[in-house]
């Protein structure tokens, strides 16, 4: 295998009908050594460039293992179009085990960059030019942040027909409708004209096998809608819920939380989620949800100061919300 470094993704000096593995050179360490990113390419005959980027956030690495899964299924033979991956994109996040390169600087809210600046502008900025623009468009595989968890969800604007078809594709527990906020590659993407969505898939600093698999099954269903490889029947799980908003509740207090409801399970306004309890095992306070929803996400970890997270709630979209919708959706 030829793992030379590259400058960028040139599909022209890469070979139809076969998979192609490339270190991406985006910026340098103190030693004046290149920083390199995996860069994986199954070229197969003319058609869409779809885009796969993991690991923006270093510890969120269930996407790794799905991007690794979904090219060990690809057939080269048939693959019509490409698919590009970069399945680690913050690599010194990645080696510190941490959601960041540099703590306090969320690569995600840096985006799209800048061709000189700051060592973090530069990267975003270098990736963007590197690797996104290439695309048709992007799916960007995230995961909760340490101490909490997610369900499997998809963060899209769903007022976007593309992004929205890719966020049903994608059958996950939950679709938020989410309009790019700036900062993210999601947004930067969009604005260069490459739609994408940000899929959320459980947990950080694991794979978790079933969330990985369910993953790489929606992934091939993005290819197969667009003709990429053959389209195979899959058996369903129940549909989405599409929520409108999402909502983080905080503790107003400090305390040990517990956190009653699970992930994707279905709470009623005024129903107890959430109890504080002091360093006595004495309760301080409990919570409770703000109007009917779906728990996207949740803590995990009960150490809880003033102001911690303790649920994701995602409103579900009323009928007639405008938003782009499939018919079991
Ligand atoms: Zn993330």
């Known amino acids: 295998m030829n793992r030379s470094l590259v400058e960028g993704l040139d599909l022209d000096t890469l070979a139809p009908g076969e998979l192609h593995e490339r270190w991406l050179h985006l910026v340098d360490d103190a030693m004046a050594l290149p920083v390199r990113l995996p860069l994986m390419v199954a070229r197969g005959g003319p058609g869409p460039v779809i885009g796969l980027t993991a690991a923006v956030h270093g510890d969120e690495i269930n996407g790794i293992a799905i991007i690794h899964e979904l090219f060990r299924k690809l057939d080269l033979r048939t693959l019509r179009g490409t698919v590009a991956a970069i399945p680690i994109t913050n690599v010194s996040a990645f080696h510190r085990h941490q959601r960041y390169a540099t703590?306090?600087?969320?690569?995600?809210?840096?985006?799209?960059?800048?061709?000189?600046?700051?060592?973090?502008?530069?990267?975003?900025?270098?990736?963007?030019?590197?690797?996104?623009?290439?695309?048709?468009?992007?799916?960007?595989?995230?995961?909760?942040?340490?101490?909490?968890?997610?369900?499997?969800?998809?963060?899209?604007?769903?007022?976007?027909?593309?992004?929205?078809?890719?966020?049903?594709?994608?059958?996950?527990?939950?679709?938020?409708?989410?309009?790019?906020?700036?900062?993210?590659?999601?947004?930067?993407?969009?604005?260069?004209?490459?739609?994408?969505?940000?899929?959320?898939?459980?947990?950080?600093?694991?794979?978790?096998?079933?969330?990985?698999?369910?993953?790489?099954?929606?992934?091939?269903?993005?290819?197969?809608?667009?003709?990429?490889?053959?389209?195979?029947?899959?058996?369903?799980?129940?549909?989405?819920?599409?929520?409108?908003?999402?909502?983080?509740?905080?503790?107003?207090?400090?305390?040990?939380?517990?956190?009653?409801?699970?992930?994707?399970?279905?709470?009623?306004?005024?129903?107890?989620?959430?109890?504080?309890?002091?360093?006595?095992?004495?309760?301080?306070?409990?919570?409770?949800?703000?109007f009917d929803g779906v728990v996207i996400g949740r803590a995990v970890d009960p150490v809880a100061i003033t102001g911690s997270r303790i649920l994701h709630l995602g409103r579900p979209a009323e009928q007639g919300a405008g938003f782009v919708r499939r018919a079991d959706g």
């Open 103 to 290: 703590p306090g600087y969320d690569l995600n809210h840096y985006f799209p960059g800048a061709a000189e600046g700051a060592d973090i502008q530069v990267y975003a900025h270098r990736l963007l030019d590197r690797f996104v623009r290439h695309l048709d468009a992007l799916i960007d595989l995230h995961t909760a942040s340490r101490g909490r968890a997610n369900c499997l969800y998809v963060r899209a604007d769903m007022n976007q027909e593309e992004t929205a078809r890719m966020a049903y594709l994608q059958r996950p527990h939950v679709i938020l409708h989410n309009p790019a906020s700036d900062g993210t590659l999601r947004g930067a993407a969009s604005a260069l004209g490459v739609p994408a969505i940000t899929v959320e898939v459980g947990n950080p600093n694991r794979f978790q096998s079933e969330y990985i698999r369910s993953s790489v099954v929606g992934l091939r269903a993005v290819l197969g809608e667009r003709g990429m490889i053959p389209r195979r029947s899959v058996r369903l799980g129940p549909p989405p819920v599409l929520c409108a908003s999402g909502t983080w509740l905080y503790t107003d207090s400090g305390g040990l939380l517990t956190v009653e409801p699970q992930v994707t399970d279905r709470v009623r306004e005024g129903e107890v989620v959430a109890e504080l309890r002091d360093a006595f095992g004495r309760s301080v306070r409990t919570y409770r949800a703000p």
